[in-house]
């Protein structure tokens, strides 16, 4: 939703008690006194994405808890709990948890330790699990053929990976596995056909004149009743 005129939604919220608690709340969860533009933020989650009060404190505690006070990122996580129809902190909490574990596997897949996923790297993951919809037994699996290919931790290589199996209607590391027979078949069965075509230009027709010699006895046979 549009964010519309924000001096007049600040306007009709001033006498709020809620969002006037709110306000005071998420800004002893971040370590800092809002600006005008911060308070209108939050006012626009309150009363246009109809956050409630609570979610919005969880958020603030959320953004704080991961070393992240800028009302830029504030704004991405919301809209993005927004986008998923998170209405709840209970809600928010199950994908954030859930989230910080995929994110965890995927980075210990890829052998990555010590650092956070930079911003990148992160939209592949949300790629991979959201908008992909994979597990993380999916994205693992990728991630590891992605090691073993090319002996690096490449998110580009993985995505490529995964997007294939999107475009097959992979689901499963079952469908994974037929997948892969699949492939393997048809690499066996182009192998052959090359192998055939190779034959065949290796190996000169024989002279019409010399076929008929070849198969005179036989034809001298078949003339006299021997056959």
């Given at each position: 939703?549009?964010?519309?005129?924000?001096?007049?939604?600040?306007?009709?919220?001033?006498?709020?008690?809620?969002?006037?608690?709110?306000?005071?709340?998420?800004?002893?969860?971040?370590?800092?006194?809002?600006?005008?533009?911060?308070?209108?933020?939050?006012?626009?989650?309150?009363?246009?994405?109809?956050?409630?009060?609570?979610?919005?404190?969880?958020?603030?505690?959320?953004?704080?808890?991961?070393?992240?006070?800028?009302?830029?990122?504030?704004?991405?996580?919301?809209?993005?709990?927004?986008?998923?129809?998170?209405?709840?902190?209970?809600?928010?909490?199950?994908?954030?948890?859930?989230?910080?574990?995929?994110?965890?596997?995927?980075?210990?897949?890829?052998?990555?330790?010590?650092?956070?996923?930079?911003?990148?790297?992160?939209?592949?993951?949300?790629?991979?699990?959201?908008?992909?919809?994979?597990?993380?037994?999916?994205?693992?699996?990728?991630?590891?053929?992605?090691?073993?290919?090319?002996?690096?931790?490449?998110?580009?290589?993985?995505?490529?990976?995964?997007?294939?199996?999107?475009?097959?209607?992979?689901?499963?590391?079952?469908?994974?596995?037929?997948?892969?027979?699949?492939?393997?078949?048809?690499?066996?069965?182009?192998?052959?056909?090359?192998?055939?075509?190779?034959?065949?230009?290796?190996?000169?027709?024989?002279?019409?004149?010399?076929?008929?010699?070849?198969?005179?006895?036989i034809i001298m046979r078949i003339m006299y009743g021997k056959i």
């Amino acid at each position: 939703p549009e964010e519309g005129n924000s001096c007049d939604r600040m306007e009709r919220l001033s006498g709020d008690e809620e969002f006037t608690a709110l306000l005071y709340a998420v800004q002893q969860y971040l370590g800092k006194t809002f600006t005008q533009i911060e308070c209108e933020k939050f006012a626009f989650f309150y009363d246009g994405l109809k956050m409630s009060g609570d979610l919005l404190e969880y958020l603030a505690e959320y953004c704080a808890g991961g070393g992240h006070s800028s009302i830029r990122y504030i704004e991405k996580v919301a809209l993005n709990w927004y986008q998923m129809g998170i209405h709840t902190r209970e809600e928010a909490r199950d994908y954030t948890m859930r989230y910080s574990r995929d994110t965890s596997a995927v980075m210990k897949a890829f052998g990555i330790t010590g650092r956070s996923p930079a911003t990148a790297e992160t939209e592949f993951m949300k790629r991979w699990f959201k908008e992909f919809g994979f597990d993380c037994k999916l994205v693992t699996e990728a991630c590891g053929r992605t090691i073993k290919a090319t002996g690096t931790a490449s998110f580009p290589y993985a995505d490529k990976i995964l997007t294939g199996w999107k475009e097959a209607g992979v689901k499963t590391l079952g469908d994974v596995e037929e997948l892969d027979r699949r492939r393997q078949a048809s690499k066996r069965q182009d192998r052959r056909e090359t192998a055939e075509a190779r034959r065949r230009e290796e190996s000169p027709p024989v002279p019409t004149g010399l076929r008929t010699l070849r198969n005179g006895p036989i034809i001298m046979r078949i003339m006299y009743g021997k056959i």
